[in-house]
């Protein structure tokens, strides 16, 4: 398998985050990528540039990524940048100078710090997928592997949260349709729902998102996610969201998995992009599904059956000792 993999994506290091309303260590740390990085031959990302990354944020998300350490430092305060304010539904669309007010409009939570190189890291985030892409469209091998962090899937158009600021996948996702994709496929297997990704593809015809997660009455990020959310306008019925209570095992997984693929092969997409989480582990510390590593190979071979190419893109996954098993699993399974 090839497997891309940046450096730089090590240096985003927040200190601690607001986990059910207590200071925890931030749990997204960088030894999680190397953890996996270690078990393969990575090669580094090519750089693909803004334009990748402004056909899915908007312009002024992304100068607020990049500036928005530097004004809270010169708020005098130090440590990292942290939300605590929200515009919520029905104020006005208000643009606010104040870093303060900045970080509350461009969040939906305060576990996500922005720390000095949060915008190093995201960006060679996304550009580790736009490489694995680019690899898997020119190559002949049926996957690629974008080993990204930080994780992407919980950042929408113009907002971070849930440990993600750019939202890798669905760059890769759109960036496969600019390249001349007709219909591509977003399949998220993490713990948590893929809530940025939904909203970005909510409305989109030609880009069928599909989530397996835990149910959003008892787990983040609560406000999607729903067996409901089924897409809107033109993207009517290419959202499908399939929510699984805590203490779900592989068995219950894999039946909802498999229907899961029969939608997705019906609709015939050109490409796949896993939105790949470890999180459904048994030992995470933050998750409550209870899936082993061999599982991952099934999950993997399940996938596979769609028989299309297959971009599998790095999302969340805590149990550090573990990560790198399940995530090679995973990776056989794919490329069996
Ligand atoms: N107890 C990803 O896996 N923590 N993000 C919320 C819930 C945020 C997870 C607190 C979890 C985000 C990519
Ligand atoms: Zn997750």
């Known amino acids: 398998m090839r497997v891309i993999f940046d450096p730089r994506q090590t240096e985003h290091a927040p200190e601690r985050e607001l986990h059910n309303g207590a ?10 990528a190397e953890s996996i990085a270690a078990l393969f031959d990575c090669q580094p990302a090519r750089d693909f540039g803004m334009a990748p990354l402004e056909a ?10 990049q500036d928005a350490w530097t004004d809270w430092q010169q708020t005098g305060r130090g440590g990292d940048a942290i939300p605590y304010a929200f515009p919520v539904r029905r104020r006005r669309a208000l643009s606010l100078e104040r870093i303060d007010a900045r970080m509350g409009r461009h969040a939906f939570d305060a576990a996500t710090p922005i720390a000095r190189d949060t915008w190093k890291s995201a960006y060679w985030s996304a550009q580790t997928a736009l490489t694995a892409l680019e690899d898997l469209l020119t190559g002949t091998q049926p996957a690629t592997f974008a080993l990204c962090r930080p994780p992407g899937h919980h950042s929408g158009h113009d907002y971070m949260g849930g440990y993600c600021y ?3 996948a669905a760059i890769a996702a759109r960036h496969a349709l600019s390249s001349g994709a007709k219909r591509v496929a977003v399949l998220d297997v993490d713990y948590h729902h893929g809530n940025g990704t939904q909203d970005i593809f909510y409305e989109s015809a030609d880009v069928f998102f599909a989530s397996i997660h835990a149910d959003p009455s008892t787990d983040y990020p609560f406000y999607w996610g729903h067996a409901d959310e089924c897409g809107a306008g033109e993207g009517q019925g290419t959202t499908l969201n399939v929510p ?28 796949v992009v896993v939105s790949f989480g470890a999180d459904t582990f048994a030992g995470d510390p933050i998750s409550e599904f209870l899936l082993r590593t061999e599982d991952y190979e099934q999950m993997a071979q399940l996938v596979a059956t769609i028989g299309v190419p297959i971009l599998v893109v790095m999302e969340g996954g805590y149990a550090i000792g ?5 995530t090679a699993s995973f990776l056989a399974g794919i490329a069996t």
Do not use: C, I, M
Not at 56 to 65: G, I, R
């Open 23 to 32: 200071w925890a260590p931030y749990a997204e740390v960088p030894a999680r």
């Open 56 to 65: 899915v944020h908007a312009p002024e998300y992304l100068q607020f990524l």
């Open 322 to 326: 573990d990560l790198g098993a399940n």
């Open 244 to 271: 699984l209570p805590r203490g779900t095992q592989w068995n219950a997984y894999r039946d909802a998995l498999a229907g899961v693929v029969e939608r997705l092969s019906a609709w015939k997409p050109e490409l």
């Open 166 to 168: 750019l939202n890798s």
